[in-house]
């Protein structure tokens, strides 16, 4: 002491170690309290026989206790001290004590740890006010997550121009989720009362469901449905008592936890997705907010692009029998022959007219007629390939395109729809049974050896087939050659070759 | 067999850049590759390894995201499971054509063994467990106790939260790289068991809400599990139920305290973890 300080009153030591304005500790290298102050024990309401003999960290919150047992403990041997930890002290009653700690170790001549002394602070109104930060931080992350997630549904959706590029921006949005384990969207069929796999892929392995979800089957994507809400599945356990039938799909998937969401719309449920985790998780009513207007956003999407392919589909079929019509089925044609000058496979064209259909409507009526030619349209549809494309060009005009069919392929074709034709129909209510046949031209366009051809001119070539077709007697084909008058380009058999009509 | 990183191998350097691994002791032996837990990084084994180093090759490396590892690495989507982890694990050991290690895992690192030993097998032919818990949470539904709560979890991370509310900003010079104060880069070399906060966060979740309770019964290496005396996070209840579920596995019961033997204790671990060597 200096001079200076005289009339300082003297500091009795152990006063100063008791009643110091911080708590004192000394542990044992592994933990156990032998000596602690009195300013500590004021703190934390703990009497001094409650505390020595104990290990330090079983005077921490559960959460303190493994940041100390997993960081701090090992820190400070590696170290040989830790400075202002920021732990929280659980007290008599259940109160809990933010403190700052700091430690020091105290090693013997050889270097062994004999002793740590650890001190103290209260920390109570710096920590309330840095969790508040900490919340409000993260309450803002979050929340700017989920607008960008939000924010970028809205674009993409509304770039969409059909159902499925609805799906695919949904998709695509779900697989960005981190953990996300793999995310499927499925459309109600209401023809199947099912709901169905949509996208290019079938369902991924890891989405646990079927392509086809019958709607009433007891699994979360039929529930959402069902019930029109979330349908959270947070654990392994929680999949064994709600959903057994996807419990071992999901461990087979390494998949925890799942959420399945209903995409609702104006008009009722349009379908569900569902997405898959690698590990459980707490679902937050923020992040079941978030899936809820996600999904509202794609259902009222998918809605609305329905809406436009209704009308797109109006706009581009006939509406009595449902066939293409021209226009579409022009377009269709002029796209295959411009795919055909790329892969120089071959393109079919027929043109189809009943005979004695006249016949049918004047003996029976408009509406006899009407029925002939929707079954006939449905029987064409039946007989040819999946992708070729039957167009009704007006009246008992039909019109056939077959990309990738040669003469062989053609008149095989045009047999069975021949054969289909022949058969007789039942028209008016089933009262009246009549029978046509149809008179077949085709036309066929090899790329390779042909010059470019329109459709339109592929056409008219099939409608002279079709009238030679006729003039030999009906039903039956004829394929469109070189000897069909000067008034056309000359054809063979192969292809339309040469002498376009200038 | 002598450990060297293969020409094999396309990512080799990538691999032990992005890991941070570094091999000592011994050319020639068994090689044993030892791995942190959670909250620590390679160095918690600095009185292990070396105890080791004259008959052994040993491997150290920390997991993406703590100690030197490279912090670019971090893919949330990766490490949102200890799947990711067990599988850099196999890479390391595809790097280093190791064949028949011995895998000595602490805590999280034990039940990252016990995935990446499923993974590769051959290259991993012996695990060492210390204070292992392949599942923390308690489960009611068939009387498991972990030993904590979905709330204690909770609690966890707002502890973390407090303690590196400001780090990034303290850290930020030493990452942007600071030609003027060179001592801050000396810093962050000299400093144990830092990691970024979002990562640690993200780790803790990943670490103490994983249930790998269903893997332990896909060991079919002889397995040695070292229990810790009066250890909060693995209980000896935890211990003995691993050691039932791994079958042939060997328990032994350590005298050491607290969760953390290869620190408190690295005597006693090390002598363990050789006797059984020497049976194996």
Redesign the interface.
């Known amino acids: 002491m200096t001079p200076g300080d005289t009339d300082f009153p003297e500091e009795d030591l152990e006063d100063l170690y008791e009643h110091a304005p911080c708590g004192y500790l000394s542990t044992r290298p592994d933990g156990t309290v032998v000596k602690v102050n009195a300013t500590f024990l004021d703190w934390t309401g703990h009497r001094a026989e409650d505390v020595i003999g104990r290990p330090f960290q079983d005077l921490l919150t559960p959460g303190g206790r493994i940041y100390h047992q997993t960081h701090v403990a090992p820190l400070l041997r590696l170290q040989g001290s830790v400075k202002a930890i920021a732990l929280e002290l659980l007290c008599p009653g259940g109160r809990r004590l933010p403190v700052l700690v700091s430690s020091d170790v105290r090693a013997d001549a050889s270097g062994t740890p004999v002793l740590v002394r650890t001190a103290v602070v209260d920390h109570t109104e710096r920590r309330s006010y840095e969790r508040e930060l900490v919340r409000a931080r993260k309450a803002a992350e979050d929340s700017e997550r989920r607008v960008r997630v939000l924010h970028r549904a809205a674009a993409q959706f509304a770039e969409a121009t059909s159902t499925a590029e609805v799906v695919a921006a949904l998709a695509g949005i779900l697989a960005d989720e981190p953990g996300n384990a793999g995310a499927g969207v499925w459309l109600v069929d209401p023809d199947r009362a099912a709901l169905v796999h949509a996208g290019e892929d079938g369902p991924p392995a890891a989405s646990v469901a079927d392509a086809a979800v019958p709607a009433a089957a007891p699994v979360p994507l039929a529930a959402a449905v069902r019930g029109h809400d979330v349908v959270a599945v947070p654990t392994p356990a929680a999949a064994e008592q709600d959903f057994p039938a996807v419990a071992l799909p999901m461990h087979r998937a390494r998949v925890e936890s799942l959420l399945a969401v209903p995409l609702a719309a104006d008009g009722g449920v349009v379908g569900a997705y569902q997405a898959t985790f690698r590990r459980r998780r707490g679902f937050t009513p923020e992040q079941l907010e978030l899936h809820r207007t996600l999904a509202r956003q794609a259902g009222a999407a998918i809605e609305r692009s329905r809406l436009d392919e209704e009308v797109r589909h109006l706009a581009q079929h006939d509406p009595l029998t449902g066939a293409a019509n021209r226009a579409l089925f022009t377009s269709r044609l002029d796209q295959a022959l411009a795919d055909a000058r790329r892969t120089g496979a071959p393109v079919s064209a027929m043109f189809l007219d009943l005979d004695g259909f006249k016949a049918v409507n004047d003996g029976h009526g408009h509406s006899a007629g009407d029925d002939l030619l929707v079954e006939i349209a449905q029987r064409l549809r039946r007989v040819v390939r999946p992708r070729d494309t039957v167009g009704r060009l007006g009246g008992d005009e039909f019109a056939v395109l077959c990309a990738g069919a040669d003469p062989a392929e053609a008149a095989h074709i045009a047999r069975r729809l021949e054969e289909a034709v022949r058969a007789p129909v039942a028209v008016a209510g089933r009262s009246v049974t009549v029978t046509v046949t149809a008179s077949v031209g085709i036309v066929v366009h090899d790329p390779g050896s042909c010059p470019p051809a329109s459709a339109g001119q592929l056409l008219r070539y099939a409608d002279a087939a079709m009238y030679r077709a006729k003039a030999l007697g009906k039903d039956r084909h004829v394929m469109y050659d070189t000897t069909f008058g000067t008034e056309l380009p000359r054809l063979t058999a192969q292809g339309v070759r040469a002498t376009l009509p200038g | 067999m002598a450990v060297q990183a293969s020409t094999r191998h396309r990512n080799t350097t990538g691999v032990l850049r992005r890991n941070n691994v570094s091999v000592a002791g011994a050319p020639d032996g068994r090689p044993l590759v030892f791995a942190h ?4 990084d390679q ?2 084994w ?1 009185w292990v390894a070396p105890a080791f180093a004259e008959n052994h090759p040993t491997v150290l490396f920390d997991h993406v995201g703590a100690g030197g590892s490279d912090l670019s690495a971090y893919d ?2 990766r490490y ?2 200890l ?1 990711g982890y067990a599988a850099d694990v196999v890479e390391i050991c595809d790097a280093l054509d190791l064949r028949d290690a011995v895998f000595v895992g602490h ?1 999280v690192g034990a039940t990252i063994g016990v995935l990446a030993a499923q993974r590769a097998p051959g290259r991993i032919g012996a695990l060492v467990l210390v204070a292992p818990s392949p599942c923390f949470l308690d ?1 009611p ?1 068939d009387g498991y106790t972990g030993g ?16 590196y ?1 400001g780090w990034s900003a303290a850290m930020a010079p030493v990452f942007m790289g600071n030609p003027d104060r060179p001592e801050l880069a000396e810093e962050l070399v000299n400093a ?2 830092r990691t970024d906060p979002a990562i640690a966060e993200h780790f803790a979740t ?1 670490t ?4 790998h309770r ?1 893997d332990l019964a896909g060991v079919e290496v002889p397995t040695l599990v070292l229990q810790c005396s ?4 693995a209980s000896e209840a935890v211990g003995r139920y691993v050691h039932r579920q791994v079958r042939g596995s060997r328990f032994v019961q350590l005298r050491a ?4 033997p290869h ?2 204790a690295p005597e006693e671990t090390a002598a363990a973890i050789r006797a059984f060597l020497e049976t194996t």
Do not use: M, P, Q
């Not at chain 2, 837990?37 to 620590?40: L, V």
């Not at chain 2, 979890?153 to 303690?163: C, P, Q």
């Not at chain 2, 103490?208 to 249930?211: M, N, R, S």
């Open positions: 837990g959670f909250g620590c160095h918690v600095r949330r989507a949102d499971t799947d805590s489960d539904a904590f709560s979905r709330e204690d979890i909770d609690d966890l991370l707002e502890t973390l939260a407090g303690n509310l144990f068991c990943v103490f809400l994983a249930d269903r009066d250890d909060v996070l305290t607290g969760h953390c620190i408190g």
